[in-house]
Each structure stands twice: as C-alpha cells, then as structure tokens.
C-alpha cells in the first residue's frame, strides 16, 4: 500500500490517537475532549483542532453534536502495528442470542479491531455471542462475531438472524427446499423459518474474535 502525504501523521497527531485508543481499550467507550486535554495535558481547543486533522486524513470518524462519538478507522500507526497489517475499528451493536441488535450509534457498545481487508465492501458491525449453540465450529460464549450486513446469503454460510424478537447466529441450509438454521452444537435442535414471516437474515459471520484477542 502506498500512502500519501495526506495519510501522514505529525508526532502530536499519533499520540493523540494512542492516546485515543488506550482509553477505549481500558475503558471501552471513547474518551471526550476534556479527558483527552487532561490526559495529554494540554488546552480543549488544541485537541479539538488536532482530532479535526485526524478525522480530515480518515484516521478517526465522529458524529455531529454527540459526545463520545469518536471511531478509530485505521490503526496502523499506533504502537503494536509495526507488523505492516493494516487494521479497522467496527462498532460493536449489542448482544446476538439475547435480544435485537440496534443499528444505531447511540447503541454502541465500544469498537473492535479487525484487519482492513475483511471490512471491505459493505458495512460491517460485532456483536457479542451469548450461548453456547455454536461450539463445533469455534464460536463460544463471549466472543464477538463480525457481521457484513446483508439480506441474503449463500447455503451453508454463518449467518446472524432475527426469528421473531430475537437475534441468533445459526448455519444456513436449505435441505428439500426447506429453508433451516442449524446449530453447530448437538445439544440443539435445527430451526425451519421456510414458513416464518417473522424471519429475516441481518448479515454473514465474516470472523469472529476472541476477547483475549482483543
């Protein structure tokens, strides 16, 4: 990957986003503009200017008129990314298994890291795996799932489902035009949603992440 002086950071800029990333890996949420100005010890308005900067070369994202919006989008110049990969944050929406996702920011629940190369082409959000329906194929309690939210998916694919009020993340098969969700764990029982109105995909498990990963 070639970068271009826009991707560049000063010396000020890189701590700021350490700085940044520390509080969210200690804290799981972003820290505000005060927290970052008595950390770094230095004036509100310089780190206001400074995150501007950061969010103009598309290291960070925030939203409007919200506090505690800030989303680190590329990491490869944080300390521990030396190795040349080239990392995202994606939000983490809530928990699957345990009630719905909401897909809104105000929903938030903190960010994770993945490598860049998975989050490309769509959106991409986590959620956090309640249950033990998946063991089989390595999906435990606790671990956070990386969706790319989509309404379709192929035969035999991981997805993540809302059946009625309730969000799970099952393999798809369709078996004599049947259309199941199957558990990854013999302790349960396939699901038939052919019939089900109530039933429809949310996205496809690209990965999912260990929290002693994180």
């Known amino acids: 990957m070639v970068r271009t002086s826009s ?9 700021l986003l350490e700085t940044i990333h520390e509080f969210m890996t200690r804290n799981g949420f972003p820290p505000s503009t005060r927290e970052l100005a008595a950390s770094l010890e230095i004036k509100a308005p310089s780190v206001h200017e400074q995150l501007k900067k950061l969010e103009s070369k598309g290291f960070i994202r925030r939203s409007p008129y ?24 994606i939000p983490v929406l809530g928990e699957i298994a345990a009630g719905i996702p909401i897909f809104a920011e105000e929903n938030h629940q903190g960010t994770i890291t993945i490598d860049e190369e998975l989050s490309s082409g769509g959106r991409h959000f ?46 798809l098969k369709i078996i004599n035009e049947k ?36």
Request: glycine fraction near 6%; charge should be positive; hydrophobic fraction near 35%.
């Open 7 to 15: 991707e560049k950071l000063t010396k000020s800029q890189r701590r």
């Open 66 to 89: 919200k506090a505690r919006s800030i989303e680190i989008l590329k990491t490869e110049y944080l300390s521990g990314s030396s190795d040349g990969s080239i990392t995202t944050s």
């Open 126 to 171: 986590a959620l956090h795996v309640r249950g033990d329906s998946m063991v089989n194929c390595g999906i435990n309690d606790g671990d956070f799932v990386v969706i790319r939210q989509q309404p379709v998916a192929e035969p035999g694919e991981i997805i993540a489902a809302l059946i009625g009020d309730e969000a799970t993340v099952k393999r």
């Open 179 to 214: 259309v199941f969700l199957i558990p990854e764990n013999k302790k349960y029982r396939p699901i038939d949603v052919t019939y089900r109105e109530d039933f429809r995909i949310i996205g496809k498990v690209i990965t999912w992440v260990k929290p002693q990963d994180l």
